[in-house]
């Protein structure tokens, strides 16, 4: 038996939202430490990577460790349908061929049950190394929105380049080009609206604006959003996700390969 | 002329 439900149901939903139009079905790892998610876009320039921890549930049970292949396409869909209040659950049996949700709007005696079903999935699944990369940027997520939305008005690809005296994003196009620099900022008085820059290293990559724009749709997962560079690997950008006492429940990692100049 | 990279070339498929 699983059992996970989720009383801010509305992380769920932002959840789905934030990688359904990347990659069309992927399988939802169970165990008792959470749910997981692993998977490519289909051209496979890009990988997204999910965790739920198993606390961050309001209630949690997994008897056995289950792969729960979806279309996350329909699963949005259907989310979709819950309130933003609803408290969301999903629950399946051990040798399920289907999943059930169950969304309770907080002030109704109502509930509402979807099925969905599962699929088989031949999902290939990457390691990705522990890696020490050589620039990390934090910065708040609706800025990172605005500067990939912004720049992909003019070019295709985004150049980011660290150095001591700060970040640059850069862009070329028909039209002109447009550059966004960044500092990091003084005060901590809001941490939400900080900038933070750490630079072992100077980098200078390119990455291609449609990705960067798929990826900011995590906004709402997060008032934080962070860029972990090296020389030719690929881009790392991670909301964490929280819970109402700020404890971290989970992730959304996005990676994205490189443009490389030929 | 830059051109995109793949995911998989990067990261080993376990």
């Not at chain 1, 876009?41 to 979806?70: E, I, P, Q, W």
């Not at chain 1, 059930?100 to 969905?116: A, D, H, R």
């Not at chain 1, 962070?226 to 996005?254: A, F, N, T």
Request: net charge negative.
């Amino acid at each position: 038996m699983f059992e996970a439900r989720m009383v801010r149901g509305f992380i769920i939903k932002r959840i789905l939202e934030a990688i359904k139009d990347l990659v069309s079905e992927a399988s939802w790892d169970c165990s008792t430490s959470g749910m997981s998610l692993q998977a490519m876009d289909t051209s496979h320039v890009s990988l997204v990577s999910v965790s739920l921890k198993a606390d961050g549930f309001d209630k949690y049970r997994c008897d056995r460790n289950l792969t729960l292949g979806m279309n996350l396409a329909s699963l949005a869909q259907i989310v979709k349908a819950a309130g933003n209040d609803d408290v969301i659950t999903i629950k399946a049996p051990d040798d399920a061929d289907k999943i059930t949700l169950i969304f309770e709007p907080k002030s109704e005696t109502e509930t509402w049950e979807y099925e969905i079903k599962l699929m088989n999935l031949d999902s290939e699944y990457l390691g990705i190394p522990e890696t020490d990369y050589s620039v990390k940027i934090n910065l708040p997520s609706h800025k990172f929105q605005r500067i990939c939305r912004d720049l992909s008005q003019i070019g295709d690809s985004v150049t980011i380049s660290a150095a001591k005296d700060g970040v640059r994003f850069s862009t070329t196009g028909d039209l002109g080009s447009g550059n966004v620099k960044l500092n990091q900022t003084a005060s901590a008085d809001k941490p939400d609206e900080a900038v933070t820059i750490k630079i072992e290293e100077p980098i200078i990559l390119s990455f291609a604006l449609k990705y960067l724009n798929h990826f900011a749709r995590a906004t709402a997962l997060s008032p934080q959003v962070s860029l972990s560079l090296s020389k030719d690997v690929p881009l790392v950008v991670e909301y964490v996700i929280h819970d109402d006492d700020d404890d971290e429940i989970g992730y959304i990692r996005y990676y994205l390969a490189p443009k490389i100049e030929e | 002329k830059s051109s995109q990279t793949r995911i998989d070339s990067f990261f080993k498929v376990l």
